[in-house]
């Protein structure tokens, strides 16, 4: 299993814990350039945004909160993958990947953030394989750390809509050739 199919089959696992439209499993991140309305990105103004692959249009397609849509949840690598150490006669081997489990959704229509945050954890140390480093739900620049959202002309941790960040270490085997 890859890491991305990995990330959607876990995304789309937590996504009953807090309203969300769109769930995706891992997203890459990269500056782009005139896309989007004038009143969701400046046209202008290269952002390092995550992107989706869109099938139909063949092109990316930047991911950005979007309140009709609805919540999102998605993950991004932060770092490279790192192999664990061999052992001797093992047919497996071990990969760990830094990723950054983010979430972005209005309240409103579901629990709490303190709530979620802990079923999240809950859930996360409970069924898969991985080390939670770190929970961010105050400051959007963390939250989206890493994505150039524009943070001055959307609110996008303004109530109602909260976002939560939750940084870990997945560790997924690789069959080795």
């Known amino acids: 299993m890859t890491l991305s199919d990995y990330l959607l089959q876990l995304n789309q696992s937590l996504s009953d814990l807090f309203p969300v ?5 891992r997203l890459k991140v990269e500056t782009v350039k005139g896309i989007g309305k004038p009143d969701q990105i400046d046209k202008d103004r290269p952002r ?4 989706t692959y869109d099938t139909a249009k063949r092109s990316n397609l930047p991911v950005l ?3 009709v849509a609805g919540g999102l ?5 932060t770092g490279p993958g790192k192999p664990q150490p061999y052992e001797p006669g093992a047919t497996t081997l071990f990969m760990e990947y830094p990723v ?8 409103t229509k579901g629990q709490p953030t303190d709530w979620v945050i802990e079923q999240l954890q809950i859930r996360l140390a409970a069924q898969y394989p991985l080390v939670i480093t770190g929970v961010e739900d105050q400051q959007a620049a ?3 750390r890493g994505i150039d959202y524009d943070f001055q002309n959307h609110p996008y941790l303004m109530h109602p809509f909260a976002g939560v960040r939750v940084d870990c270490l997945i560790t997924l085997p690789v069959t080795n050739c």
């Open 100 to 107: 950054a489990l983010i979430g972005w959704y209005d309240t």
């Open 73 to 77: 949840l998605f993950g991004i690598t």
């Open 21 to 25: 439209g769109r769930v995706y499993g």
């Open 142 to 144: 963390n939250v989206f």
């Open 48 to 51: 390092r945004l995550p992107l």
């Open 65 to 67: 909160p979007d309140e």
